[in-house]
């Protein structure tokens, strides 16, 4: 199984960015999928997460009302439309995937992509 993430980029406070992630090796439907970012110097957090039992979104507060989470199971593809950007956005933002829920603390992880926000 591999998950690549793409569409990072350095961009001004008030950008938008889409990141893309492309999943191979398994059925992305079967998964629930989330995107996480890891800043330097802080912990990993959960930045937004799709259920698989029933489609439901999360959002950490930090994001909410900024940040879409979506995902195209015909194409096993899954995504982060990012607005406003600011700067404590920067950071590197993995996708993930796993067979339990958005709680679950067993993810299988993907390559980063980095986001660099300047104000």
């Known amino acids: 199984v591999q998950l690549q993430a793409s569409g990072g980029g350095s961009v001004q406070a008030g950008s938008s960015l889409r990141l893309s992630c492309s999943v191979s090796g398994d059925t992305l439907a079967d998964y629930t999928t989330a995107w996480f970012r890891r800043a330097p110097g802080k912990e990993r957090e959960r930045v937004s997460c799709?259920?698989?039992?029933?489609?439901?979104?999360h959002y950490a507060d930090s994001v909410k009302g900024r940040f879409d989470i979506s995902r195209d199971n015909a194409n096993n593809m899954m995504y982060l439309q990012m607005h406003n950007l600011k700067p404590e956005d920067t950071a590197v933002y993995y996708c993930?995937?796993?067979?339990?829920?958005?709680?679950?603390?067993?993810?299988?992880w993907g390559q980063g992509t980095q986001v660099t926000v300047s104000s």
């Open positions: 799709i259920s698989v039992s029933d489609g439901s979104l």
């Open positions: 993930a995937e796993t067979k339990g829920s958005c709680y679950d603390d067993l993810w299988f």
